[in-house]
């Protein structure tokens, strides 16, 4: 029995993240927050890419916390959140690699939706968090 193709290769990915951070420095609401804390873009590219490659390829090439990063940033608000999710889905959507944008997609609203509601614990434990509104 043959193993089934890869979902995407290394390349797609890399212009996904290179894409998506694109329109997340252009983008009025998170551009400025995403520009505070990165100080060294290349770096962070190649971070985010070893990320998607771990859930997209399984390749485990990312090691880290990315959500005690977050938890450490103020004043953040769903609608980050969501604003974050709608530039992802943009880009998902801009994929020829229809299949691999949807996975991706999928992936980013379960990251999305967990971290919203752990950084809504960790700023205020004694408030009910709330949802976000999928895009």
Same mark, same amino acid.
């Given at each position: ?28 609401? /998170? ?25 997209? /390829? ?48 999928? !992936? ?10 752990? !950084? ?16």
């Amino acid at each position: 029995m043959d193993a089934a193709p890869p979902l995407c290769t290394e390349a797609e990915i890399k212009s996904l993240v290179s894409d998506f951070y694109d329109h997340i420095r252009l983008d009025e609401m /998170l551009g400025p927050i995403f520009s505070a804390h990165i100080h060294n873009w290349d770096e962070h590219l190649g971070i985010m890419e070893r990320f998607w490659s771990s859930l997209l /390829l399984k390749t485990a090439s990312y090691q880290g916390s990315p959500m005690a990063k977050h938890m450490r940033l103020d004043h953040l608000e769903a609608a980050h959140f969501e604003q974050w999710l709608r530039l992802f889905k943009q880009t998902c959507a801009e994929r020829e690699n229809l299949a691999m944008g949807e996975q991706a997609l999928q !992936y980013a609203q379960r990251i999305a939706r967990s971290f919203w509601m752990n !950084y809504q614990f960790h700023h205020n434990p004694i408030k009910v968090a709330s949802d976000l509104t999928l895009p």
